[in-house]
């Protein structure tokens, strides 16, 4: 079982930077591919980043060059440094734990909001 909580988000306004973690207990994320998702009032919640416990990245088309994802094991922690938001952006962030070989165990935490506006 994994424990996901998500912190750093807030109002920010366009052009601006944040960096969103995602702290991990329970079990090593080490073994697990992470992920940030986001949700939109009224949309579908879509992968923005992803990196595999081999350091792989993969990022929304809408979010690359701006949005980088990295991970630190001995922390247990996973990050998403957001730059050059936009109102776009705007949403619930969360964070998403895979196991590498157990399809099974895959969880999720409770999110936190991004608001880009003036």
């Known amino acids: 079982q994994v424990q996901l909580v998500e912190s750093g988000g807030g109002l920010v306004q366009p052009g601006g930077s944040l960096r969103l973690s995602c702290a991990a207990s329970g079990s090593r994320i080490s073994i697990y591919n992470m992920g940030w998702y986001r949700q939109a009032p009224g949309k579908q919640r879509e992968l923005v980043a992803l990196i595999t416990s081999g350091g792989s990245t993969n990022y929304a088309d809408s979010v690359k060059g701006r949005f980088t994802i990295s991970r630190d094991n001995a922390k247990n922690t996973v990050y998403l440094q957001m730059n050059n938001l936009k109102p776009e952006d705007t949403a619930v962030y969360y964070c998403?734990?895979?196991?590498?070989?157990?399809?099974?165990?895959?969880?999720w935490g409770q999110g936190t909001q991004v608001s880009v506006s003036s």
């Open positions: 998403n734990a895979q196991h590498t070989i157990l399809s099974r165990s895959n969880y």
